[in-house]
Nanobody
């Protein structure tokens, strides 16, 4: 089982930036597609961005042009650079790993997440 540790969440003003990190355990990071999700209060968890082992990226429409996902295979870590944050980006952000980028229903294990709060 891959251990996932998200960090970097904070309170930030609208228009600000944050970089989230997700550190993983084990020696299999290089074969996993990595995905960031988020869950706002009272809402379902949703896919934010994904990156394959080849570096191909996928973004939800609501973050395109503002968020960038990247990975450092040497550090077993995936990042989410979030720019021009909006109050609607407020949520707990989670990462996950799998053989391909999938929706949240495909993942059985979740870390604690990291909370992002964007004030107006």
């Amino acid at each position: 089982q891959v251990q996932l540790t998200e960090s970097g969440g904070d309170l930030v003003q609208s228009g600000g930036s944050l970089r989230l990190s997700c550190a993983t355990s084990g020696n299999f990071f290089g074969i996993y597609a990595m995905v960031w999700f988020r869950q706002a209060g009272g809402k379902q968890r949703e896919l934010v961005a994904g990156i394959t082992t080849n570096g191909d990226t996928t973004y939800a429409d609501f973050v395109k042009g503002r968020f960038t996902i990247s990975r450092d295979n040497a550090k077993n870590t995936v990042y989410l650079q979030m720019n021009d944050l909006k109050p609607e980006d407020t949520a707990v952000y989670y990462c996950n790993a799998g053989l391909e980028v999938n929706g949240p229903e495909h993942y059985a294990y979740w870390g604690q997440g990291t909370r992002v709060t964007v004030s107006a």
